[in-house]
């Protein structure tokens, strides 16, 4: 089945930086990579998603960047506030199917 | 806007026991899921549902059985309890998109 790597697990940043994840996924088939945040204590979030027909998306200081060739996909925080701290997990689907598969997580901290 | 609610929130078990997880929704979304998160973990598929009456195997589908009886109701069972496993199960439903989770129900097997 679809299987995503996400990288790095740990991110620190100072506070006014940007911060980028980096995830890549197996079934060229994956049409769908939503992003989802999750805070301390609550459930995740969706914040961003990006479709195979775009190779870039942004919504405020969140962008997403897709390169279907190379099977990866990376979320970039411009512009980091302490309220960015969370952690980040991004997730891709199949054409056609209700199927979504998380990476591992990217526990981010912004320090100001 | 709806809701999903998990019951219970708190599940403690002991090793070998069958263990029932409830979910229910009121967006009226086709598509439900059951995720379970390890502690500083990542989410892992169990078993997700496209309709009433349908289930489809993630991943990490050993072990667990699930239900879909109603559309708005997917429950998850936990066949025999591992001794000291702890960790919260996520339930979700989906419109287009977005996938919206339930707070979940934290289980520790004694």
């Known amino acids: 089945g679809e299987q995503v790597e996400q990288l790095p697990s740990i991110l620190r940043v100072q506070e006014g930086s940007s911060a980028s994840i980096n995830c890549s996924y197996e079934?060229?088939?994956?049409?769908?990579f939503p992003w989802y945040k999750q805070e301390p204590g609550e459930n995740p979030k969706l914040i961003i998603d990006i479709r195979s027909n775009m190779e870039r998306k942004q919504i405020q200081e969140l962008i997403v960047l897709l390169d279907k060739k190379a099977k990866r996909f990376s979320l970039h925080i411009t512009d980091t506030q302490p309220g960015d701290s969370a952690m980040y997990f991004c997730a891709a689907s199949q054409g056609g199917s209700a199927k979504l598969i998380f990476g591992e997580g990217t526990k981010l901290t912004v320090s100001s | 806007g709806g809701i999903i609610t998990q019951t219970p929130k708190f599940l403690i078990g002991q090793e070998g026991q069958k263990l029932t997880l409830k979910c229910q929704q009121n967006f009226n979304h086709d598509t439900m899921y059951w995720y379970r998160q390890d502690s500083g973990k990542g989410l892992r598929l169990i078993y997700y549902?496209?309709?009433?009456?349908?289930?489809q195997k993630g991943d990490l589908s050993e072990g667990y059985d699930a239900s879909r009886e109603k559309k708005s109701s997917f429950s998850l069972t936990v066949t025999s309890a591992q001794k000291n496993e702890m960790a919260v199960f996520l339930c979700?439903?989906?419109?287009?998109?977005?996938?919206?989770f339930g707070s979940g129900t934290r289980l520790t097997v004694l």
């Open positions: 079934d060229s088939a994956s049409n769908y």
């Open positions: 549902s496209i309709t009433e009456n349908d289930l």
């Open positions: 979700a439903s989906r419109d287009w998109g977005t996938l919206y």
